[in-house]
């Protein structure tokens, strides 16, 4: 298809990031330098990957990454404190508890023990609350980065039929919740939906969240859906089935490049806009 529309995140990412940088011009001036705090428990390659990279975007834009590494044998009431003196801390806008931690923590205890002012990563079940009501301040930043892409690409979702094809907490759920608040009619697919491609074929728009590689198929579609991917998976593959699912797509995200850049975006986005609280509150 000649009109084909490449979902493209760097160029969203890039967006975000541009329109922040005035905002921290801004916040200097008042002499407030925006403070996102990553807290990484344990010695996992992945996440300590992805703490980095979150810290050097942070640092690009003239925001502070204050980055706590605890020990792998850290217990969840040594965890609890060192969030509690986050949030204690008025220096520190924001608050990342890079997930998973270790199996003795309570990851659940340490998630809702985070500010719901420093929720930025939007993990705690008042920040989800806040989100599904059409309130919420930080949504979860891959759900908010699925619909800064819609907005960016101009893509039009009232009354139209959307399928999220999963339901974590913080990718599932309120994506569905983002949605529906935004007048589309949302189905909430999952691990035990029967008839998975009943589902799929009458979407408009498909959300994939599922975290299974490929999982989705082209056949699966209806002719001219638009696909989001917010899968991530080992090999640079995504939820979806690129090269099948393009074929019958009017828009698409790519795995890499698509939902992930823009996600770290909205990470910053809502680290600014916490600094920018607590000069206007």
Avoid: W
């Amino acid at each position: 298809m000649a009109d084909k529309l490449i979902l493209d995140g760097q160029v969203v990412s890039n967006d975000v990031k541009q329109k922040l940088k005035n905002r921290i011009a801004k916040l200097a001036d008042a002499g407030v330098t925006p403070c996102l705090a990553t807290i990484l428990v344990g010695d996992d390659p992945s996440s300590e990957t992805y703490v980095r990279m979150k810290g050097n975007a942070c640092e690009k834009l003239g925001i502070i990454s204050k980055r706590i590494h605890l020990d792998k044998d850290t217990t969840t009431e040594q965890l609890l404190e060192t969030i509690q003196s986050l949030n204690e801390d008025q220096a520190v806008h924001g608050i990342l508890l890079q997930h998973p931690v270790p199996n003795q923590i309570d990851e659940r205890k340490a998630f809702e023990t985070i500010a719901i002012e420093k929720d930025v990563d939007g993990v705690t079940s008042i920040g989800y609350g806040q989100t599904a009501f059409g309130f919420g301040v930080y949504p979860s930043c891959t759900p908010a980065a699925i619909m800064q892409i819609i907005d960016y690409f101009d893509i039009d979702i009232e009354g139209k039929h959307a399928v999220v094809v999963g339901r974590s907490p913080i990718l599932g759920k309120p994506v569905s919740a983002l949605l529906l608040n935004r007048n589309a009619t949302v189905t909430t697919c999952h691990s035990y939906t029967e008839n998975l491609d009943q589902h799929l074929k009458q979407a408009d728009i498909v959300v994939a969240a599922v975290g299974k590689p490929n999982f989705i198929k082209g056949s699966s579609l209806k002719e001219g859906a638009v696909v989001l991917d917010a899968g991530y998976n080992k090999g640079n593959i995504g939820d979806v089935e690129y090269e099948s699912c393009y074929e019958k797509a009017s828009a698409i995200t790519p795995v890499p490049g698509g939902v992930g850049p823009v996600t770290i975006s909205m990470l910053l986005k809502h680290t600014v806009d916490a600094a920018e609280r607590t000069i206007t509150i």
